[in-house]
């Protein structure tokens, strides 16, 4: 989509890691920050001097808003979201469901023998296993239960936290595949609600169907063996299983 090589590949999932799961390391930040953003400037330059087609990037360097091309900032902008939100986020929420459907057995063949459950299956896999806390900028000086915020403050929207309310949902904490009333806030919401979610729902479903059609029954080698990613994104990356 974007119209990179794809041997980009393991440079791509360095930098995405570096900017969302060091979030105690600074300058690893700042450095897979600033390795994204002049990988793309490198790429609009390209094609400045050998235009193309048929590419998001070049796509975005000849949009108009009111006769006029957008600023290079927002080719720049796109091009980054593209690159950090389609990594981390889908395969961080697939590791999870793997985890998840390792240890269940009754999910994994409740899925087996029921076509229809797939859509709200995967609503609610969604729910218990949402991958991203997203950070707000405080606008002004406020407080909330006691915790002070001043303007310019970064605070973490924690959406797995929300879709575990028990004022929301019944039996938050247990995953029931056919759970009807489900408004989980997995992909953010209002202006910032996530603008690659049915895409993220369809890869979710598709990894996991092609999994259990091929491989029906696996678990965990050892659950004390899985580790998990901290940061902006929760989910496992190291998870063995045996089938």
């Known amino acids: 989509m974007l119209g990179v090589p794809l041997d980009m590949e393991d440079k791509f999932t360095g930098w995405v890691r570096g900017v969302l799961e060091n979030m105690h390391d600074v300058e690893l930040r700042k450095r897979s920050r600033l390795a994204i953003i002049e990988y793309f400037l490198a790429q609009v330059e390209d094609r400045k001097k050998n235009p193309r087609e048929n590419d998001l990037i070049s796509e975005l360097m000849?949009?108009?808003?009111?006769?006029?091309?957008?600023?290079?900032?927002?080719?720049?902008?796109?091009?980054?979201?593209?690159?950090?939100?389609?990594?981390?986020?889908?395969?961080?929420?697939?590791?999870?469901v793997m985890w998840h459907m390792a240890q269940h057995p009754e999910h994994r063949?409740?899925?087996?023998?029921?076509?229809?459950?797939?859509?709200?299956?995967?609503?609610?896999?969604?729910?218990?296993?949402?991958?991203?806390?997203?950070?707000?900028?405080?606008?002004r000086d406020t407080e909330f239960q006691g915790c002070p915020m001043k303007a310019g403050d970064r605070v973490l929207m924690a959406f797995p936290a929300a879709n575990r309310d028990p004022r929301q949902f019944e039996n938050p904490d247990e995953v029931i595949l056919d759970r009807e009333h489900n408004r989980h806030v997995a992909f953010?919401?209002?202006?910032?609600?996530?603008?690659?979610?049915?895409?993220?729902?369809?890869?979710?479903?598709v990894a996991l169907q092609t999994w259990l059609a091929r491989i029906p029954e696996f678990e965990l080698v050892d659950p004390a063996t899985v580790t998990w990613a901290g940061g902006q994104v929760h989910g496992p990356r190291s998870c063995m299983v045996k089938f």
Not at 114 to 129: F, S
């Open 62 to 96: 000849n949009t108009e808003v009111d006769g006029k091309k957008v600023p290079i900032e927002y080719v720049l902008g796109v091009c980054n979201l593209m690159l950090v939100a389609g990594i981390d986020t889908t395969w961080s929420a697939i590791g999870s």
């Open 109 to 139: 063949k409740q899925l087996r023998e029921n076509d229809d459950l797939w859509p709200t299956a995967i609503e609610e896999l969604l729910r218990v296993y949402a991958p991203v806390t997203m950070a707000r900028i405080v606008d």
């Open 188 to 205: 953010g919401s209002g202006i910032h609600r996530c603008a690659g979610s049915n895409l993220a729902r369809l890869e979710v479903r």
